[in-house]
Every structure is written in structure tokens, then in C-alpha cells.
């Protein structure tokens, strides 16, 4: 069944009935498994690397704008969870674009979010060679980035389950680790123990010339950076063709959301910030590193390192399992070559996944090329793509929210606290972030690149259509189904 189809009635495998359409895909994601993906998902490389470079530029108040950010991200993610619960299918949020937006908005999300995740990977590779450095200074990058895109690749192609439990331990690391260390840094801070001494204090997040050292500018700027940090939480919706019990697993996931961003990143940067002041930090730097070097515990930076080198093989890891599946939805669609839309004897888009981690080579390149501005070249990238994501999640449940209203659709059983409110409030924090990237002569970069991606897609449009007019007419073929059916769309 291609994914067209399952659009087909949006009525069916809805929340009000409570069953997911088959896609073909195994359901081999369990509830431990979708928790812990879901958890462990949004800590990755933006925390552990990139905060380094993000306190250097705003000091302490890098933990208010974690907070907004996070507050903005809970909105997106019940926005999300409330369409998933509607319709759950791993098309995601490309298939609701879709469905409330018209095919051409199906066809650039799916795409854009599949470039995402491209540069997302090449981010962590890059990444992932940086730490390997601390242990090897005299390997080159490229070699390393290399090594781990290879052998992440072959796990993702042998099945779901496998991808399911290499991100279940990739993720119980992450959070045991951060947890570890919230507590020994705590413990440092109270009790004065370590090399640090009695320069670790509660003190230190605002004795050095305040909470905004550098002007509050200075710190809505690193919004770009905090937003790259945020980006995969959504990646629990790409689970539900593979999750055994959708209906249950995706809104607990959701809600622990609050928590995970109280925890892991306003508690951790914030101990983080006590034991070292900020003025310590520099780009290129885990903070995490830093800080555990500076209290000198024995092995303690090694240690630290090992967890942020998961952290970004954890990302990769989703990266591939997740750029897999939506091109095989494009290709579902025929927005995307057939051959793309294949599932392997072991039930994995083993074309896709690839495709996808041949242009996330591109990252083992630029860390061969440009090795010191890799980071920041992939990470702009992926933010910019990670907002229009976002973007047509929130419209896309502002429309169904409107559809329901209007009783031309049924009510997802996980309504989103506030309403379409909270929806835009979220479209408008988004916006304001792009206006800051384009402000930003570093992170510029991206709108130039996110400008050819639209012209590449506008052409790739024009070409779908002019081989198959269906394409741009599925949506109005829909609505008339719908119609028919008494469920017109909204």
C-alpha cells in the first residue's frame, strides 16, 4: 500500500479508531525501545559540541535560551502528537503536509526533511572525528568520519530491530552519563571536592559580569545553534509505521518531553556553568570535556569524551534509519524514484538508506577540505531545514485543528494543550530564529543553500508533473473522495 493511498481516508487508522495503516514496514520498535529514541533522540552533538562554542558567545544566559527553546519545542511536539494520534503513519509530518497543504508541500517537506538528516549526519561525523581526536590527535578526521559512516550503514540495513536496540543502548548512555554527571558536578559544587575547588559555585552563572555578559543580542543569536540542539526530538514520529502499539508509545514519549529538557539541558548546562566559569569555554570545545578535566577526576575528560562520541554516532544512527524512510515515502508518493520506494528481504528500505549515507560521504569530504569550519557549515544547514519541518508540522495541525472544529474531521484522541494558541505562538518563534540566521554572517550560509534547495525542488516539481499530472491533482482527487465519504478535508 503506498502512502497516497493510506491518505486516501484519513478517517481510517486514525486516533478514533485507534489503528495504524500497514506500510509493509516491520513493527519491530518496542515500548522500551520508542521511549528511549524518544529521550535519547534530542541529546547529540548540538549539546555536547556545539554549547561549547554557544556559551563562548552568550555566557550563562545560554540557559534561558535552552529553556524558551525547549518551551517552543513542547508545543511543536504536541502539535505533532496530536496529528500522529489522528493519523499514524511514518510518512510523518510530510504526509500530513500533504494531506492539509496540497501535494507540493508533501513533496519539499519529505525532501527537506531527508536533506536535514543528510547534513545532520555529516554534523556527527564530523563531530564523531573531533573526539576521536582527543584520543588520536595524529588520525585525520576524514578517516575516522569515514569508518563510522560505513559501519553505522551496514547496521541500519539488516533490520528495524537492530537499528531499534543499537539506539536503545546508544541513548541509555547518553542519559546515564548526563545524569552522572548533573550529579559529580552537584556534588562538586556542594561539597568543594575536585581540582576545581573552591572555584566551583552557584556564583559562577552570574558573578562574571551577569547573566547577559555580552548583551541580550549576543544571546538570541545563539537561538540558531540552541534550535540545532533541539533538532531529531521529532524523530518519534517517524516511528509510528514501526512502533508495535503506536497508540500508547508515541503520546508517553511526547510527554516526558518537559522533563527531558528541565534535565538534560537546563540542568546539565546549568551545573555545567557552576563547576567552570563561563569564560573558560571556547568553540570547538565540549563544555562537557572542559568541565571534566577541569575537576580532574582520573579518566574523568576520556570518560566524557567516550559519551559525547555516542552521542553523535547516535545521531547518525537516526539519521540513516530515518532519511530511509522518507524517501520511501516520496517514492510511495512518486516523488521520488520507484526504486527508492523498495523494502530489502529483512523489511528495510536498504536503497534509500543507500542513497542517504552516500551523500552523507559528503560530510567525510568536507572534513578532508575544510575540517575546522565543517561543524558550522552542516549545522546552519540543518537548522534552517529543521524549521520548515517544524513550520508545516504547526500549520498542518492549525488546519486540522480547524477541520475538526468545523466537524469535517474526527478528534485525535492526544489533543495538544492550547489549542492552534500554542501553534502559533511557535510559528512566530521560528520565524524570528530564521530573521536571526539570515542577522548572522555565520550562519547565512544556510539561506543561500536553503535558496538553491528550492530552486532544485521547484524544477523537480515541474518535472514530476510534467511526467504525471495525477501528481498535482492528487489533492483535489482526494478531497472529492472525502466529500464523497461526508469527511471533506480541511
Not at 112 to 123: E, F, I, P
Not at 268 to 295: C, D, H, N, Q, Y
Not at 329 to 339: G, I, S, T, Y
Request: proline share 5%; aromatic share 12%.
Amino acid at each position: 500500500m503506498t502512502s497516497t493511498q493510506v491518505g486516501t481516508n484519513p478517517g481510517d487508522g486514525n486516533g478514533a479508531s485507534g489503528t495504524a495503516p500497514e506500510e509493509g514496514y516491520e513493527r519491530g520498535l518496542g515500548s522500551r525501545q520508542v521511549q528511549m529514541i524518544a529521550i535519547g533522540g534530542a541529546i547529540g552533538v548540538g549539546l555536547f559540541l556545539g554549547a561549547g562554542a554557544n556559551i563562548a558567545k552568550a555566557g550563562p544566559s545560554l540557559i534561558l535560551m535552552y529553556a524558551l527553546a525547549g518551551v517552543i519545542v513542547f508545543f511543536i511536539m504536541r502539535a505533532l502528537g496530536e496529528l500522529l494520534l489522528y493519523r499514524p503513519v511514518s510518512g510523518s509530518f510530510s504526509e500530513y503536509a500533504r494531506e492539509f497543504l496540497g501535494p507540493f508541500f508533501g513533496f519539499v517537506t519529505g525532501w527537506t526533511y531527508w536533506l536535514m538528516w543528510v547534513v545532520t549526519g555529516m554534523a556527527e561525523l564530523t563531530a564523531a572525528a573531533i573526539y576521536v581526536n582527543f584520543w588520536f590527535p595524529e588520525v585525520p578526521r576524514w578517516v575516522t568520519a569515514l569508518v563510522f559512516l560505513v559501519v553505522l550503514y551496514v547496521a541500519n540495513l539488516i533490520s528495524v530491530k537492530i537499528f531499534g536496540e543499537i539506539e536503545f543502548w546508544f541513548s541509555m548512555v547518553k542519559v546515564t552519563a548526563l545524569i552522572g554527571m548533573i550529579v559529580i558536578g552537584i556534588g562538586v559544587v556542594t561539597f568543594g571536592f575536585s581540582q576545581a575547588g573552591d572555584a566551583a559555585a552557584v556564583a559562577n552563572i552570574w558573578a562574571h559580569d551577569g547573566i547577559f555578559p555580552k548583551g541580550v543580542g549576543s544571546s538570541l543569536m545563539t537561538l540558531q545553534g540552541v534550535m540545532f540542539a533541539y533538532l531529531a526530538v521529532e524523530l518519534v514520529g517517524v516511528t509510528a509505521g514501526e512502533s508495535e502499539n503506536p497508540e500508547k508509545t508515541l503520546p508517553k514519549a511526547i510527554n516526558t518531553l518537559p522533563w527531558r529538557i528541565i534535565v538534560f539541558y537546563v540542568g546539565a548546562l546549568s551545573v555545567i556553568l557552576m563547576v567552570v566559569k563561563w569564560t573558560e569555554f571556547e568553540p570547538g570545545v565540549s563544555p562537557f570535556v572542559a568541565a571534566f578535566a577541569k575537576i580532574g577526576i582520573p579518566a574523568g575528560a576520556a570518560i566524557v569524551n567516550f559519551v559525547v562520541l555516542t552521542a553523535a554516532l547516535s545521531s547518525c544512527n537516526s539519521g540513516m534509519y530515518s532519511t530511509g524512510r522518507m524517501l520511501r515515502d516520496l517514492a510511495a508518493n512518486a516523488e521520488a524514484p520507484k526504486a527508492l520506494g523498495k523494502l530489502s528481504t529483512s523489511k528495510t528500505p536498504a536503497i534509500a538508506i543507500t542513497l542517504s549515507a552516500a551523500l552523507m560521504g559528503i560530510g567525510v569530504i568536507l572534513n578532508y577540505v575544510v575540517p575546522e569550519k565543517a561543524f558550522g557549515y552542516v549545522t546552519s544547514v540543518a537548522t534552517a531545514a529543521g524549521i520548515w519541518t517544524w513550520l508545516m508540522i504547526l500549520i498542518s495541525h492549525i488546519l486540522y485543528r480547524r477541520a475538526v472544529v468545523a466537524g469535517r474531521l474526527p478528534a485525535s484522541s492526544f489533543p495538544a494543550p492550547g489549542g492552534t494558541v500554542c501553534s502559533w505562538i511557535a510559528v512566530a518563534f521560528l520565524l524570528l530564529v530564521t530573521v536571526l540566521i539570515a542577522i548572522d554572517p555565520d550562519s547565512r550560509v544556510s539561506l543561500y543553500v536553503g535558496a538553491g534547495w528550492a530552486v532544485c525542488l521547484a524544477v523537480g516539481w515541474a518535472i514530476l508533473k510534467g511526467r504525471n499530472p495525477q501528481i498535482a491533482a492528487q489533492g483535489t482527487q482526494q478531497d472529492k473522495q472525502l466529500e464523497t465519504a461526508g469527511q471533506p478535508r480541511g
